[in-house]
């Protein structure tokens, strides 16, 4: 499918990554993500970044969501983990694809258009995580005692638990010298981390990079708006300005949400479910149909919540 171009300079690719070793469910949330982006906008610059064997496998097996994407990369990866591989090609995004890009995670919506993000005088910029500001970020992120152990482990290689705190999951970067300089170290940083014998570490490693590139590139890095990479997990009640919804993709977190539903109904009927989607931007939270009253609390639905649970109390469903 031939998408026609973008008139606006300014708006970035829209960047997704997958590997051959990529569960079906994985590769269903990607499905999803792109229908998504579709439905916003349908001109946009999709770049879909991947390994051979994953992109024969979808040329087989899932060519419709090949259809979504602009262009496709193949580029492989010196590591055999999928996981690792996955990360690899996200931390050289930037010498695999041309022009400004948005990297977004398989595991979101687009809810909204995003269009041309504003100038941010920044080669990089991303979303505090969880959505919190930069101080609460920095205390929130991790538990008290997995960061402890996990500044010990990066002290042994060297390194300092980061002062920066974004989510990796969603960057804005340009196509600057600067944007290429921060990639490099980046990966060397990324690179550096894997050498530890801590599992917790690893796990956390490209955001840990992220951040910690972060710090010491400190003037190259912006901070984007909260409706970039709304965290559903930690703040649903954001719902009614985002335009990317992140859920944090395991089933633990995305039960009872938009996405699990829309999982549900894809693998029912091969659709993405738009009459969900509006009935979500309507009500302005991020749930599945028929929420109980304490998910609308949490995205600050109130009265709605009280109309749950009043209809609980007389026993409609």
């Excluded at 419709?64 to 492989?76: G, H, K």
């Excluded at 100038?119 to 995580?129: F, H």
Aim: net charge neutral.
């Amino acid at each position: 499918m031939t998408h026609p171009p973008i008139k606006a300079e300014r708006r970035p690719t829209i960047c997704f990554i997958v590997t051959g070793a990529a569960s079906a469910r994985h590769v269903d949330m990607l499905h999803l993500s792109l229908m998504s982006v579709r439905r916003c906008e349908a001109d946009a610059r999709v770049c879909l970044v991947t390994d051979r064997a994953c992109e024969g496998d979808l040329s087989v097996n899932r060519s419709s969501l090949l259809d979504l994407c602009s262009e496709v990369v193949v580029e492989n990866s010196i590591y055999d983990d999928p996981v690792k591989r996955s990360r690899d090609l996200r931390i050289r995004l930037r010498s695999l694809v041309s022009g400004r890009l948005l990297y977004v995670d398989g595991d979101t919506l687009f809810v909204r258009p995003v269009g041309g993000i504003p100038e941010i005088n920044t080669c990089v910029a991303a979303v505090c995580d969880f959505n919190y500001t930069p101080v609460k970020a920095i205390r929130k992120a991790v538990p008290s005692e997995v960061a402890a152990a996990v500044g010990s482990s990066l002290t042994s290689l060297g390194l300092a638990w980061p002062s920066s705190s974004f989510n990796a999951g969603v960057f804005l970067m340009e196509d600057t010298p600067e944007a290429g300089q921060f990639a490099a170290r980046w990966l060397e940083v990324w690179n550096r981390i894997l050498n530890c014998n801590d599992p917790r570490v690893v796990h956390l490693s490209d955001q840990i990079a992220f951040n910690l590139t972060c710090d010491e590139l400190r003037n190259s890095v912006g901070t984007l708006a909260n409706r970039y990479n709304t965290m559903v997990p930690t703040s649903p009640q954001l719902t009614s300005i985002a335009s990317i919804l992140h859920f944090f993709g395991s089933p633990a977190q995305i039960q009872g949400t938009l996405l699990e539903h829309l999982l549900m109904r894809f693998k029912e009927t091969g659709c993405l479910d738009e009459s969900a989607i509006e009935r979500c931007l309507r009500e302005g939270h991020p749930w599945g149909p028929h929420p109980e009253a304490w998910r609308y609390m949490r995205s600050g639905n109130v009265v709605r919540a009280a109309l749950a649970k009043a209809r609980r109390t007389m026993g409609f469903p």
